[in-house]
């Protein structure tokens, strides 16, 4: 999949990641490159721009980045940064003088290179431009990405020159099957030379310059690959030079830009967050009951190194009894959330859901192993382990599911809930759903969703129409009815039921 580091907000194409550089070198020598490359970025950073881009209500789409090309204010950027803007506004964060510019408009764009020219009025003041290298970079040749990647203005990031690659040859290599994300996806020709970087580049970033260790601008940072790992790709300068011979100096209103490509991985607002929050519910259920198992440990009762076998039995069976909660839990969970609707969610998070479901699959079976184990260490170490190890890996989903919380939020300009508040927002819900009448609790009781058993096997789509005689009835989307016990519904569908008397 190819994504831009495209500008934040609803017009933004995808979400990155970016990683770090490091230098091999000698001490006394990674000192000295630290000091000339802060210098060279010291001269360069005034010049580069954060623009800001609204619709014709005064809404803000996004922002980009660019950078000074004439002093008498024409900006260079990629053409997706202003894809769409009927308003642009434009800012030098590293003059913190809190100055912004208006644009007059654009003078030229390039679709098939990505690339697009803007005017500002600077109001007589001169801007200094960056120089452009004559030559393409060398292989291995140490650069500097400048840029707002994710709203964070001012930012630089180092690495090397990985490759220099043409469009032809880009596109081959990005092929997946029949999909040509390159040409027909992001719509680049087969004539444009890239600049393929370590530097991390992310949304935000676009428009920006890559720059050398001369201060020279040698590609300007336009897109991402998430096939790997850190694949950056710029378009080389020589492309934007040409373009600016030609351009020449007439200004045009942003009313005259063509209408904006459909994003194809864009996702509803709305049924982004929704699905988001459906999963923030799940995830909550699911570590109540591992919480709950984990208090159970706590309580074993110690090993006596004089007779490590005493009590072995008693701590073995409450293991077991306990693991084999958890894998249940993890298979109710994975039943829930791979049942969410997620239909012009997303795509982001439709994949985390994807990866959720997987990751808790395989951990509910691990958690069966052990349960099922009959080891004499099963008391041990090992249980310990593999419970740490089911905590590492959920920490490691957090931080990706965190990445994402905060990128849908500036992608979609929503206020996407953590765990923790989604938590506080059902709680009051429930609260008022005590003080509500007894129509009003039948109509949420009336609400489609996915109903569990105990082992988490079966699972199914229908709304409760009633409790009787100990069972709920169910009724399915084609009106059928289905008696359920309400003891062997799953420990959240207990909770749901009880929810609402």
């Known amino acids: 999949m190819l994504i831009h580091s495209s500008r934040i907000g609803t017009k933004s194409l995808a979400i990155l990641t970016c990683a770090a550089l490091g230098l091999v070198c000698s001490s006394t020598a990674r000192a000295q490159m630290v000091v000339d490359l802060s210098k060279v970025v010291k001269e360069v950073q005034p010049s580069v721009a954060l623009i ?52 007059t408009g654009f003078v030229g764009f390039v679709k098939t290179k990505d690339l697009a020219l803007i005017m500002i009025d600077t109001k007589g003041k001169k801007l200094k431009p960056l120089p452009m290298a004559k030559e393409l970079p060398s292989q ?55 600049i393929q970087t370590s530097a991390p580049i992310s949304r935000g970033n676009s428009g920006g310059p890559l720059i050398n260790t001369r201060g020279e601008v040698v590609g300007i940072n336009t897109f991402v690959s998430n096939l790997g790992q ?55 259920e699911l570590d109540e009951d591992i919480e709950s198992c984990e208090k159970q440990f706590h309580k074993l009762p110690p090993v006596d190194p004089r007779n490590p076998m005493k009590g072995q039995n008693i701590r073995n069976r409450t293991i077991s009894r306990h693991f084999r909660r958890m894998g249940e839990a993890y ?100 609260k008022e759903k005590k003080n509500s009448t007894s129509t009003s ?16 096997k079966f699972r199914i789509k229908a709304k409760c129409i009633g409790v009787e005689g100990g069972k709920v009835k169910l009724e399915k989307p084609d009106g059928s009815i289905l008696r359920v016990p309400t003891k062997k519904l799953s420990e959240a569908d207990k909770r749901f039921l009880a929810s609402t008397e």
């Open 52 to 103: 800001e881009t609204f619709d014709d209500k005064g809404k803000k789409m996004g922002s980009g980045s660019g950078f000074v090309v004439s002093e008498d204010g024409m900006i260079a950027t990629n053409y997706h940064v202003i894809e769409g803007a009927k308003e642009i506004k434009v800012s030098f964060p590293a003059l913190k003088d809190g100055k912004f510019y208006k644009s």
């Open 331 to 430: 298979s109710d969970y994975a039943s829930k959330i791979s049942g969410f609707e997620h239909k012009e969610a997303d795509p982001g998070l439709i994949e985390l859901v994807v990866l959720d479901t997987v990751i808790a699959k395989k951990t509910s079976k691990s958690c069966k192993e052990v349960s099922n184990s009959t080891s004499s260490r099963l008391g041990g170490l090992d249980w310990e382990r593999a419970f740490n190890g089911i905590k590492r890996l959920s920490s490691n989903i957090d931080t990706k599911r965190e990445l994402l919380r905060v990128n849908l939020g500036l992608k979609y300009n929503e206020s996407f809930p953590t765990q923790a508040e989604t938590a506080e927002e059902d709680e009051k819900l429930a």
């Open 230 to 284: 850190n694949l950056n790709f710029s378009i080389c300068i020589q492309h934007m030079k040409k373009f600016i011979d030609k351009a020449g100096k007439d200004v045009q209103s942003f009313a005259n830009l063509p209408p904006p490509r459909k994003k194809r991985s864009q996702g509803d607002a709305q049924k982004t967050l929704e699905l988001w929050k459906n999963l923030n519910q799940a995830m909550n």
């Open 441 to 456: 609790e039948k109509k949420d009781r009336s609400k489609m969703r996915v109903w569990t058993d105990s082992t988490g």
């Open 140 to 194: 291995a040749e140490t650069v500097v990405a400048i840029g707002a990647p994710l709203g964070f203005s001012d930012t630089v990031t180092s690495g090397i020159v990985s490759a220099v690659r043409t469009g032809k040859e880009l596109r081959k290599m990005l092929m997946r099957g029949k999909r040509d994300g390159y040409g027909k996806g992001l719509g680049y020709d087969m004539e444009a030379t890239w």
